[in-house]
C-alpha cells in the first residue's frame, strides 16, 4: 500500500516571497509522483511528475520540486510566488504496476497574500 | 494536449432521483477512467476504476448498486448517482490515464460535477 503526507495543510505567503509545499510519500515499490493544483470547483491541472531520472523536477507556472529517495519526500517549491497561485495543492503518487492508481494527499491550501 | 470533458458542472436533484454524470476523452481513447469523490476542503477518493468494455472495479466501502459506472466506449465513460440522498452531495471528478500507466502523459481530469441533493 502507499500512501502521501502533505503535513501543512495551509500555508500563507506574501506575493514575491519564495513558498515550498511539503510531501512525504510510504511506499513498498518504486513510485511516480505528481503535483496538481486545484482551482475552486475545477478539476486538477497537473504541475509537475517525476517518473524516473533527474531528481530536480521543472513544471509549469515557475514551479520545480525534488525528488528525495532516502527522506521519501517530493516537496514543492516556487522561488516568488503571484497571487494568481493561490490553489489547492495536492501530492499524488503512483504505483508503476497494476492499474496504477493514484493516491492524494490531503491537499496543501496556499493563500497568497498580497 | 489530451483533454477530458466532463459534464454537467453543477447539478441540483431531488433526494430519490437519479443523477447521470458524463466523462468524455476529446481528442484521444481513454481506456482506463478513474471516478473520484471529493468532501469539501477535503482530499480525492477514488471511487473506482473503469476500462473500457468490461465491470468497473470498485474501492472498498463504494456501493457498486448506488454508484453506477459504465465505460462502453473508448471516448466515454459515464456514472449514475442512483436513489440519491443528501449525502451523496460532493464534488465528483474523473479522470483518464494517458498512454501506458504514468510513462505517458500521465493522467488528465474533467473539471468536476459539484451534485448537491436536496
Known amino acids: 500500500a502507499q500512501s502521501v503526507t502533505q503535513l501543512d495543510s495551509q500555508v500563507p505567503v506574501f506575493e514575491e516571497a519564495p513558498v515550498e509545499l511539503r510531501c512525504n510519500y510510504s511506499s513498498s515499490v518504486s513510485v511516480y509522483l505528481f503535483w496538481y493544483v486545484q482551482y475552486p470547483n475545477q478539476g486538477l491541472q497537473l504541475l509537475l511528475k517525476y517518473l524516473s531520472g533527474s531528481t530536480l523536477v521543472k513544471g509549469i507556472n515557475g514551479f520545480e520540486a525534488e525528488f528525495n529517495k532516502s527522506q521519501t519526500s517530493f516537496h514543492l517549491r516556487k522561488p516568488s510566488v503571484h497571487i494568481s497561485d493561490t490553489a489547492e495543492y495536492f501530492c499524488?503518487?503512483?504505483?508503476?504496476?497494476?492499474?496504477?492508481?493514484?493516491?492524494f494527499g490531503t491537499g496543501t491550501k496556499l493563500q497568497v497574500i498580497p | 494536449g489530451a483533454v477530458v470533458s466532463q459534464h454537467p458542472s453543477r447539478v441540483i436533484c431531488k433526494s430519490g432521483t437519479s443523477v447521470k454524470i458524463e466523462c468524455r476523452s476529446l481528442?484521444?481513447?481513454?481506456?482506463?477512467m478513474f471516478w473520484y469523490r471529493q468532501f469539501p476542503k477535503q482530499s480525492l477518493m477514488l471511487m473506482a476504476t473503469s476500462n473500457e468494455g468490461s465491470k468497473a472495479t470498485y474501492e472498498q466501502g463504494v456501493e457498486k448498486d448506488k454508484f453506477l459506472i459504465n465505460h462502453a466506449s473508448l471516448t466515454l465513460s459515464t456514472l449514475t448517482v442512483t436513489s440519491a440522498h443528501p449525502e451523496d452531495s460532493s464534488f465528483y471528478i474523473c479522470?483518464?490515464?494517458?498512454?501506458?500507466?504514468?510513462?505517458?502523459?500521465?493522467?488528465?481530469f474533467g473539471s468536476g460535477t459539484r451534485l448537491t441533493v436536496v
Open positions: 481528442d484521444f481513447q481513454a481506456t482506463t
Open positions: 499524488a503518487v503512483s504505483d508503476p504496476g497494476g492499474y496504477q492508481k493514484v493516491t
Open positions: 479522470s483518464a490515464r494517458l498512454g501506458q500507466g504514468a510513462r505517458g502523459y500521465g493522467y488528465t
